[in-house]
Structure formats: structure tokens, C-alpha cells
T-cell receptor, first 111, second 115 residues
């Protein structure tokens, strides 16, 4: 499974757009990029998943360049409640359900 | 639909004891995975069960075991507890069986403290 690298922490202010970039240089052809959010003492929550180009849902957007060696999670107009750890994962569609979590990015949203 | 439920939510045990944790997946989900989360090691995959069979296994000692019942509910067992087993144990369920990676839905976890 491809290893992911993302910033350890980020700070932002309420109302700003936050972009968290993840690198995954060894991503395989069948792999997807998936992001989870985790609040303290809770289980991770699925945010978004994509294979290439751009994916958008009601919560976030995911930008994936053509070479797929990196991806960017974009959170529009963050609020204090978006303070959490965000995990970028590379997931194969033939790996069963074995998620490999890295250290994640600890996002702190300030008032 | 009800989410993934885990029981108990909190547990305190002493070294050498054993413990059983329970997970009820979302209705209709056939895959159940277990993860251990500690401050030092982060989130680590333990094992996955699908149709009552272990499909994937992480790098944990044999003291960690699990099973899945015909209704997809799952249990994990840790025998001969060690201090290092203190962690948040998370269960995740998914539909399974599609060509696109399944979305996994996590429960709130069981906080195990070993004294």
C-alpha cells in the first residue's frame, strides 16, 4: 500500500478555506484516495473519496492532479467544530477492508 | 439507520485478565474491521471479518482474536492483558463486495484501560 505524507498540524481561523495536501508518490493504478476526520475519543468519519480530477460533496472537495501523486482536501469556510485530525489514506479496491492510517493532520480552527 | 454500536464503551481490567469487546454493524453491512488506537502507535488495523471468516489480519500477537456471527455482529478478545493493550478499540463496518473501496463506518470505540 502506498505511504502517505501530510503535515502534522495546521492552524486556521473561522470562515477561512483550509487546504490540506497529502503526497502519495507510490500510488498504484487501482488505488483510491480517501479522507477521514476524527474528533477526540470518537471513531473516524468518512469525508470524501476520489480517483482522479475533482470530487465534491456537501462537506469538502478533493483535488487530484493527473499524476495522482498528491491530493488536496479543501474545507470551505471552516468553523470551530472542524477542529479535528484529518487522515489521508490510499485504499486499493482489492485489499479487502484494511485501512492503513498515517499520523494525520491536526487542524486547529481558531475564532 | 442506526450506526455502528460498540459495547462496553469503557472498561478497566488488570494485567493478565482477558476481555471481550462487542460490535454491532450497520444493518446490511457484512464486513466488520477492528482497529486499535494509541497515542504512540496511532490507528492500527487488527483484523477484518466478512461472512464469518477472517479476511485480513494486521500485525498483532495471537492474544488478539476475533469472530463474526451469522448476523454480522462481531466480537474481539484479548487474552493475558498487558499494560500496553490500553487503547481505544474501534470497530468499523462496511457493505463489502463492490469494485470501489468500501466506505467504512466507525463506531464510537471501547476505551480499555489495563492496570
Amino acid at each position: 500500500l502506498a505511504k502517505t505524507t501530510q503535515p502534522i498540524s495546521m492552524d486556521s481561523y473561522e470562515g477561512q478555506e483550509v487546504n490540506i495536501t497529502c503526497s502519495h508518490n507510490n500510488i498504484a493504478t487501482n488505488d483510491y484516495i480517501t479522507w477521514y476526520q476524527q474528533f477526540p475519543s470518537q471513531g473516524p468519519r468518512f469525508i470524501i473519496q476520489g480517483y482522479k480530477t475533482k470530487v465534491t460533496n456537501e462537506v469538502a472537495s478533493l483535488f487530484i492532479p493527473a499524476d495522482r501523486k498528491s491530493s488536496t482536501l479543501s474545507l470551505p469556510r471552516v468553523s470551530l467544530s472542524d477542529t479535528a485530525v484529518y487522515y489521508c489514506l490510499v485504499v486499493g479496491n482489492n485489499a479487502g477492508n484494511m485501512l492503513t492510517f498515517g499520523g494525520g493532520t491536526r487542524l486547529m480552527v481558531k475564532p | 439507520k442506526a450506526g455502528v454500536t460498540q459495547t462496553p464503551r469503557y472498561l478497566i481490567k488488570t494485567r493478565g485478565q482477558q476481555v471481550t469487546l462487542s460490535c454491532s454493524p450497520i444493518s446490511g453491512h457484512r464486513s466488520v474491521s477492528w482497529y486499535q488506537q494509541t497515542p504512540g502507535q496511532g490507528l492500527q488495523f487488527l483484523f477484518e471479518y466478512f461472512s464469518e471468516t477472517q479476511r485480513n489480519k494486521g500485525n498483532f500477537p495471537g492474544r488478539f482474536s476475533g469472530r463474526q456471527f451469522s448476523n454480522s455482529r462481531s466480537e474481539m478478545n484479548v487474552s493475558t492483558l498487558e499494560l500496553g493493550d490500553s487503547a481505544l478499540y474501534l470497530c468499523a463496518s462496511s457493505l463489502a463486495g463492490t469494485s470501489i473501496p468500501d466506505t467504512q463506518y466507525f463506531g464510537p470505540g471501547t476505551r480499555l484501560t489495563v492496570l
